[in-house]
């Protein structure tokens, strides 16, 4: 079984420049997330999806990130514009469970850098 | 509001060595609790689920047990290798609809196996 699969690995962007990240999930997961992890704390969730509605985006600051999922597979993030303290990993993750109350599959995530 | 503690913060240990990690939260309606692994610049693993109504699940040489009405819940590594040299994150999702479903994390036990 495939995991879930995330693009780039690695993003190194200016600050005020435009960012956007892709996740696939794992085939048949209806459950979509997207986490900020900044180094040494926990995932902070952004946004879930539940197929192809938002279920929480209470987290997301919506006057710079914007995430969509529109056919209900795969997903993008985008930061618009980016500022020094977006520099994190952005982790995708996918659960199969509805309303993604089971495990959690992350994929390898994506290590942004804003200079 | 759910808080989740993490102790100790960093863990060193010699080859073979059986350890604990432990994970205390605050608030005890919990829905589950999901136990994870991270190694450096990589997503996180799922390594162990336990609903509420369970006490423990176990995978090869890892036990987790739940206490609720403690608020505890512990990671049970046997006999440590060195490839088990990992941040664990303890990872807490509430019983009760809306916003306390979501996953509240703790901020890890960064493990070193040495051999």
């Known amino acids: 079984e495939a995991g879930v699969a995330q693009s780039p690995r690695y993003k190194i962007i200016e600050k005020r420049q435009s960012v956007a990240f892709w996740c696939n999930p794992i085939?048949?997961?209806?459950?979509l997330y997207w986490y900020q992890q900044i180094l040494g704390q926990g995932p902070k969730l952004l946004i879930q999806f539940q197929n192809n509605g938002v279920v929480d985006d209470s987290q997301l600051p919506k006057d710079r990130f914007s995430a969509e999922r529109l056919k209900g597979v795969d997903s993008t993030l985008k930061i618009q514009p980016a500022k020094l303290e977006d520099s994190a990993v952005y982790l995708c993750?996918?659960?199969?469970?509805?309303?993604?109350?089971?495990?959690?599959?992350f994929g390898s995530g994506t290590q942004l850098s804003v200079l | 509001k759910q808080e989740v503690t993490q102790i100790p913060a960093a863990l060193s240990v010699p080859e073979g060595e059986n350890l604990v990690l432990n994970c205390s939260f605050t608030d005890s309606a919990i829905y589950n609790l999901q136990w994870f692994r991270q190694d450096p610049g990589k997503g996180l693993t799922s390594l162990l689920l336990?609903?509420?109504s369970q006490r423990e699940q176990t995978s090869g040489r890892l036990n987790a047990s739940l206490d609720k009405s403690s608020g505890r819940s512990t990671l049970y590594i046997a006999a440590s290798q060195p490839g088990d040299s990992a941040t664990y994150l303890c990872?807490?999702?509430?019983?009760?609809?809306?916003?306390?479903?979501?996953?509240?994390w703790g901020l890890g036990t960064s493990l070193a196996v040495n051999p």
């Open positions: 336990i609903q509420s």
């Open positions: 990872a807490v999702r509430g019983n009760n609809a809306g916003n306390n479903r979501k996953l509240i």
């Open positions: 085939s048949g997961h209806a459950t």
């Open positions: 993750a996918s659960s199969l469970e509805t309303g993604g109350l089971g495990k959690l599959f």
